[in-house]
């Protein structure tokens, strides 16, 4: 399985991919963007995705897709 998430680091919005920083000093809305196109690319090649996403207020969304 593989991980993608939007956070709020270090006053920017960044996208991890299973935990490590791969996109940062963006928009809200390029993040989730961003993390969903690379979940939706992940997802083609057969693999399992959780899509975590950051709202503005901390909370948080899941989603998972696949098969573990």
């Known amino acids: 399985m593989v991980q ?13 991919k299973d935990g490590q920083a791969t996109a940062g000093g963006l928009s809200r809305s390029a993040a989730v963007q961003m993390a969903k196109d690379l979940a939706f690319a992940a997802e ?20 998972v897709t696949g098969a573990e």
């Open 4 to 16: 993608f998430a939007v956070a709020l680091k270090d006053g920017d919005w960044t996208v991890f």
């Open 44 to 63: 083609e090649n057969g693999e399992s995705v959780e899509l975590l996403l950051q709202g503005y207020y901390g909370d948080l969304k899941r989603k």
